[in-house]
Structures are given as C-alpha cells and as structure tokens.
C-alpha cells in the first residue's frame, strides 16, 4: 500500500494499541528504576486510549490525527504518556492538511513527531522513547522514495527503533545496572508494530489477555559447545489440548500424571484448566516427555531451553561480580531462600554452608579471589564458622578482611540491614554492621532428632525444642510455646523493639503469621517481619533487636 | 504589589486547614487505584482510612500508581487566572520524582503563546510531601507580609536548600522501587526494625545518611541533628509528616516540642499521591536551618558522629 487514508490510521492505530495492551505487563515490568511514573505500560496505554476514544472517525488523514492528537493531549499520563501524546501531536501538526498520507508525508510526520516530542522536554534524556523515535527515522529517511510502500517504511523504522532500543542501557546506565531496555521505548515500538500488523491485516483484538511473560534475554549459544558436558538437561514447558478422539486417552487424573512425570525429571508444575493443562518440567529426556503427554492430546504451545546454557550464563554472572567495590560482603547461610535473601540485600558472595553450615577456609579464599574490593567483611552467620573465617584471613594475607561474628543468620541480617551504601566512608558501614549484631537474641525452634538430657533440660526424639542463642531453654509438644517461653527467657526482653522471623522449608506463610499474631498479642509494641528464610533443620529462626 | 497567585501540585500534601488559611491552589495529580481505576489525587482520608490505605498498599504494591498533572491540566489551572491578569508562582514537586515540573513548564510554554504578557512562574521544589507543602506555607507567609511576587520568587530559589528533612523512612521498597531514591540498588529488601534516615540531597531527592537500630536510637540521633542544623526554632513551624507512622509521629512532636519550643508543631498526613512512592514508612520533621551541603558531606558527618555516639 502506498497511501493511506483517515479510515486505515483509524484501524491502524486501533491495532496499535491493542497490541500495547496485549504486552502492558510486559512494559510495566520494565519499569524499575529511575523514572518518575511506576508503570509505563499502563500510562501508555491509557493516553493513546484515551485518544483513540477522543478521535473523530474521518477520511481526511489530517483530520483524524487532529483529533487524535487532542484526545491523546488531554489524557497523557505520565513522562511516556506525554511524550507520546507530543510525538502525536507533531505527526498532527505536520500532515493536518494533508488528506491521504503517502512515503514523502510519513516521513516528514515521523520526524517532526520526534522533534516536538524532544522541545515537549525540559531536559531530554536519551535512552528513551526520544531517541528511538528519532533515529529510527534519521537512519531510513534517505531510503524512503516516491515508490517505497507504507508496510515497508514502518518494517524498516521498526527494525532501525528495535536496534536502538537495545542500545538503550548503553545510553543510560540506570537502564544498565537494571539489566533491562527502556519501557517508554519499547512501549511505542510495540504501538508502532501494532500499525503495522493492521497493514498486514493481522487484527489484534482489543480484549484482556493473558500477560505474556518478559523477553527473555538472548542466548549465547556459543556457551554450549563441544568440548561442554550435558548434565542439567532442559527447561520444557508445554500446553496441552487434550482432544476427545478415541485415539487418544480419555481418563486423565492430574496426581497420576505427575507421579509418570517424576520418571523424566524434576521442578515439576502441572496446571489443568478444563481439557488443557500446563506442564513445566526439567528433563535430560525430553522426547519421552512428548512421547507420553501425547497419549492424551496434542501440543498447542511447546518451549525448550538447554538449562546449561543458562547455567552459564549464570557463570557468567558471577565472573561479572569482579567489577570494583568499595566495599563487598560475603556471607554464609544455608538454603535457597536464605540465599537470596542475602544476595537481594547486596551481599556481593553467599555460600551456602549446607546443612551443617562447615565452610572451609579456602571457600572463604576462593571467595576472596572472584572479588575486588578495596575492603571486605565476612559474615560467617554461624559459631562454627567464625574461626574458618579469621583463619582465611590470615592465610589470605590481604589487608581490611574483616570478620563481624554473626553467631546467626538473625543477627547477619542485622548486620546487613544497617549496611548504608550511600556512605563512601568504609570504616563507617564496617562499623555499622558491626552495630547491628550487637544486642540481637536468637531464638530457633526445631524437632529433636534424638533423646537429650543436659542440666535441667531433657527431651525425646521428636519434641518440639527451642534454643535460646544456641542452648535449649525450651521443650514441649506446642512449637509455637516453645518458641513464646525462649522468648520469655531472653534478659532484657522488655528492651527489644523489632522481631524478625524466618520461616524454614516446608513451613507455610499461614503458619508464620499465626505466630506472628500470638507474638505480637503477648509484645503489643514490637514490631514483626516474617520472611520466607527457607532456612533447613529449623523449622524458625527468630532474631530479636 | 503583591497580588499573585500560589499554586503548588498534589505533591505538596497540605491538609485543607493550610491551603485555606493562606489561599493556596492545589493542581490534582493522577492515582491509580485497585479497582477504580484513574482517579484525581485527594488531600484527605474520606472514602478510606489512612491505615487501611497504607495496609492495602503494602499488600499490592503493583496494584497503585500515580501520575503528574497533565500539560493540559496545567493549561487549564494557569488559565483560569491568566485571564484575568493575575500573575502565578507554581511550585512543584521535585523535578527528580516526578515529571510535574516538565508538564507545568511546557503549559507555561503554550499559554505565553496565547497570552504573551501573562507572568507565571514555575519552582521546582526539590522536595516532596510535607517538605515542599512547608515551602508552600512559607511563600504564603512572605506574600501575607506584603512581599512582592520578585521577592517571594527570589526567596524561593535562594533558599530551597535551607528546607530539611530530619527523619526515617523504615520501609525503602517503595523509593527503591521507584526510583526515588539515590543509590536505590543497595537499598532492597526488608528492614525489620531499622531505621535509615535521610536527609534531601542537592538532586532532589533523599540520601540514606545513617541508621539507627531501633526507634529510640533513631529519636536520639534526630534530636541532636535538629539541634545542629536548624536556625531559630523559636520562630519557626515545624512540620512532621508520617505516612503511617501516627504514633511515633506523637512522640516525636512531644520530643521537638519540649526540646525546642517552636511556635507550632503540625503531625501532617501523607496521602497517596506521594505516599504510593514513599509507602507507609516516613516519619520524619521538617524546618528550615543552616544550608544543605552540595555533597552532603557536613550532614553525613553529623549523623555518623550521632550515631556513633548513641552506641
């Protein structure tokens, strides 16, 4: 098509914002660091509908922009919604004369819609929606001829906006560290393609649908080569449309399929809605995972990744760790939940200490090694683990190691919470960690696993047992008392002002707020958090400051 | 002369006692709520009571947004009074938070097109909630003595950075989050219990300086800040804001009261507008004192010393 009228912009745009809608999440997630407004997505979403709604329906191309344009002017919301509705005002501006739009209007209207939407801001930042919109037409406008279609100028200002849109975190570094693109841009290609798609007479309807999940970053294929071993197999995940066809089985019982799916892998989920269900599954196997779904229906979606290619990406990550720090902690606990926790917190590197929480010296130097910075404080989390720590240090023979002896994960957390990474005075957050393992109680709970009689104190396997930083004050049938009289126990219980609770595998959220209530029924002016520590062999893990 | 108008956005969180006592326009931003969609932002707890807002909040996070006024919002508010020749000073919420001060500027931009001789003025605020209503209160109080649009206008530019934030904010996902805190990547997680205290840094927005472990600490290290930073509390109105954090709100006025003898102290609610950014965890006194350091740096090492001699 090489001209298009009022009526085609109309379906255009329509398909346009349907196609942002069916990505909005997709958009919002993006958003995570400094922009002014939480969910780009939305706020796009909302301008242009908010124009689509306003715009009056017209042959005359010009005409219908005006509207547009107006609609979308009243409406913006947020720095993306209002430098779209800018960038749709300057396309109106320039073509509202302009009855049937061909390639020498588009043009022209795609480069005075970027110019008004850069004057639209005090202080253009690039990186964003600005500077997708004005190379993706300063790289093609030499291209576009009298003979160029209207599909392919679009193809080639989307192809030219994608390049730039993966420049973006290069422009912008907030963009960078959250290892994300720009939402604002990505929003108005998704709109742009949207367009597109009409042209191509793929009509998105405009109906609430499923968020699809988040790009998934590309895959270095080189990661997985022939020298590579394979041994963590493939993330598979598949919809299946079960059919009423006699050639296939009619009796499906959702627990005995996945005790078969046990046989091929694990990380199993299966969802069954109706005569569909969704399956996840880890498997070195995957053509007898197929082979066995497809007794009962036929695939409608299908996904498989090599999961060593991500793992190595996730070696990757790690080697990116080396960059300088001022400051970097390592910390060990035990559990996936509890890793990362601390890991969210900023520690730099956790180890997981296993059960028995028994790291060795030479994790704590091989630590040391993946890292550089110019001070470092371990975080041994655990009493067993406090001389491995020093004694690293000394082997290490690098100086400002320092080893704040967290006893607990409690009081680790602690330590890290009054971490002030704004401070560029190192000695200063040394110093404040170390204040925060200061004065915590630890309380944890768990089943005893043999009999035991010490000083007054005597239990059999299988009671409920609370420790008291480490000693068993308490012993009974009723987890929860015996978590409430080790509490009690604590000296200067009168004095604490915050209790933290992590809760341990196999311990639900249910249970952790019923404790948190009969907790804060008997302390009415102590403040609770209950996280989910994912923490083994104790069911709690209790830090009172 | 000093007829003029003061308008200020919804950032400025002045209850309707203040914007009634010294004539101040508001300009509505934008809420997003579960379940009612877009809606204008409020300045009182009507149809819901601050806890069950900040509770819901804390729950679905995701679920909330807000966003400035429009240009074409702020077209229309200018207006109404350009017409009629009045001139305008508009401040706005930190230009670091919120795109307002941007809308505001190309409104401005438009309506000179329309009306060449109308005189608006636009102040970034640097500030957000009841530390940019407390510079609000304080243009007020200048025109009320007879200064001139100039004179308020120069006040405002002269001595933004003399307005100081001393207090915590003890849940940081929601800075972090969105991006309205300095350095937010260090900052994620929960905080049971701690409580960072910021001041506002010379970009607008809040450094985390220090923290306190435990609300008594924190009081003690905040008094001796106070005491440090301030100029003539005796004649000053001091305002607390508390997003949800009424209670120790109460002790601190008490605390700021006996110690220093202001002529007023007002607990200040943060409604959503904001408080969807900062979330239930502010809790902190505002005045005017000594300026603000560039960098910091004197701030910093004030709070450092105050709370290494709190240990």
């Given at each position: 098509m090489r001209r298009i009228n009022g009526i085609h912009l109309e379906k255009m745009m329509n398909n346009g914002l349907a196609y942002l809608q069916q990505h909005e999440e997709e958009v919002n997630r993006l958003n995570v660091f400094p922009v002014p407004d939480g969910d780009t997505g939305t706020n796009m979403a909302l301008t242009l509908g908010n124009g689509i709604r306003y715009a009056k329906s017209d042959e005359h191309a010009g005409a219908y922009l005006r509207s547009l344009s107006d609609g979308m002017l009243l409406g913006a919301r947020g720095n993306s919604g209002v430098i779209l509705s800018q960038f749709y005002r300057g396309l109106a501006d320039e073509l509202v004369r302009t009855p049937i739009i061909g390639p020498g209007e588009l043009r022209a209207g795609l480069i005075r819609g970027y110019r008004t939407a850069y004057e639209a801001v005090v202080h253009p930042v690039e990186g964003t929606i600005l500077s997708v919109a004005r190379e993706g037409i300063e790289h093609i406008r030499t291209q576009i001829t009298r003979n160029s279609s209207i599909e392919s100028i679009l193809s080639m200002y989307i192809a030219e906006m994608r390049k730039t849109l993966s420049y973006t975190p290069e422009m912008l570094s907030v963009l960078k560290e959250a290892g994300v693109v720009d939402s604002g841009a990505y929003g108005f290609i998704l709109i742009i393609e949207g367009m597109l798609k009409c042209l191509y007479g793929e009509v998105i309807d405009p109906v609430e649908v499923p968020a699809p999940k988040t790009q998934q970053p590309l895959v270095d294929l080189s990661l997985f080569n022939e020298t590579s071993e394979f041994s963590d197999g493939y993330c598979t995940e598949f919809i299946l449309q079960r059919l009423t066809?006699?050639?296939?089985?009619q009796e499906f019982d959702k627990q005995s399929f996945i005790s078969e799916l046990r046989f091929f892998g694990n990380s199993i989920a299966v969802v069954v809605n109706g005569m569909r269900v969704k399956v996840h599954i880890h498997t070195l196997y995957p053509a007898k995972v197929i082979a066995f779904a497809q007794q009962y229906g036929e695939f409608l979606t299908f996904k498989m990744e090599n999961m060593q290619v991500q793992h190595n990406e996730h070696d990757l990550e790690i080697a990116k760790k080396k960059e300088h720090k001022a400051l970097a902690v390592i910390a060990v606990v035990n559990g996936e939940g509890m890793k990362k926790l601390f890991e969210d917190f900023g520690c730099d590197i956790v180890i997981d200490g296993g059960t028995t929480m028994n790291t060795s010296s030479a994790e704590f130097l091989e630590a040391f090694e993946e890292l550089d910075a110019d001070e470092i404080v371990i975080l041994p989390n655990n009493p067993n683990i406090i001389l491995a720590a020093h004694q690293a240090v000394e082997l290490s023979k690098r100086r400002h190691i320092t080893v704040i002896e967290s006893g607990s994960v409690a009081q680790g957390y602690f330590a890290m919470a009054m971490d002030v990474p704004d401070s560029d005075d190192a000695p200063f957050r040394v110093s404040q960690m170390m204040s925060g393992i200061e004065n915590i109680a630890t309380v944890s709970q768990t089943v005893a696993s043999r009999d035991y009689s010490y000083h007054q104190i005597s239990c059999r396997k299988g009671d409920e047992i609370a420790l008291l930083d480490g000693e068993i004050v308490s012993v009974g049938s009723d987890y929860a008392k015996t978590i409430l009289d080790a509490i009690a126990a604590i000296e200067d219980i009168d004095e604490k002002e915050t209790c933290v609770i992590f809760r341990g595998t196999g311990v639900d959220e249910d249970r952790g707020e019923e404790l948190c209530e009969s907790l804060s029924a008997r302390y009415p002016l102590m403040d609770f958090e209950c996280i989910n520590g994912g923490q083994e062999i104790y069911h709690w893990i209790i830090g009172l400051a | 002369m000093n007829d003029f108008i003061l308008m200020a956005d919804a950032g400025c969180d002045l209850s309707a006692e203040f914007k009634k006592k010294y004539d101040i326009k508001i300009i509505d931003g934008h809420l997003v709520l579960p379940g009612k969609g877009d809606v204008p932002s409020f300045m009182e707890w009507k149809d819901v009571t601050r806890e069950d807002f900040y509770a819901d909040l804390k729950k679905n996070q995701s679920d909330f947004a807000t966003a400035p006024p429009n240009t074409a919002e702020y077209e229309k508010a200018f207006t109404a009074y350009v017409k009629d020749g009045k001139p305008i000073i508009c401040i706005t919420i930190s230009s670091a938070m919120s795109g307002s001060l941007d809308f505001a500027t190309t409104a401005r931009k438009n309506i000179l097109n329309q009306y060449p001789d109308a005189k608006i003025r636009l102040v970034d605020s640097m500030r957000y909630g009841p530390g940019f209503g407390l510079m609000v209160v304080h243009a007020a109080m200048l025109r009320s003595e007879g200064k001139s649009f100039e004179e308020v206008c120069d006040y405002l530019e002269q001595n933004k950075n003399r307005f100081h934030q001393a207090g915590w904010l003890d849940d940081l996902s929601f800075v972090a989050k969105k991006g309205r805190l300095t350095h937010p990547k260090a900052f994620f997680g929960t905080l049971a219990g701690i409580k960072p205290i910021g001041e506002f840094d010379s970009g607008g927005m809040t450094t985390v300086l220090g923290k306190a472990k435990g609300a008594k600490a924190a009081y003690a290290v905040l008094l001796k800040y106070i005491e440090a930073t301030i100029e003539n509390p005796e004649d000053q109105v001091i305002f607390i804001a508390q997003s949800c954090r009424y209670p120790q709100a109460e002790v601190y006025k008490k605390m700021i009261e006996d110690k220093f003898h202001p002529k007023a102290v007002y607990i200040n609610d943060v409604y959503p507008f904001c408080g969807i950014n900062v979330g239930p965890g502010l809790m902190a006194a505002y005045y005017v004192g000594k300026p603000i350091s560039d960098d910091l740096s004197t701030e910093r090492a004030l709070i450092e010393q105050f709370i290494s001699e709190g240990k």
């Open positions: 066809n006699s050639r296939y089985k | -």
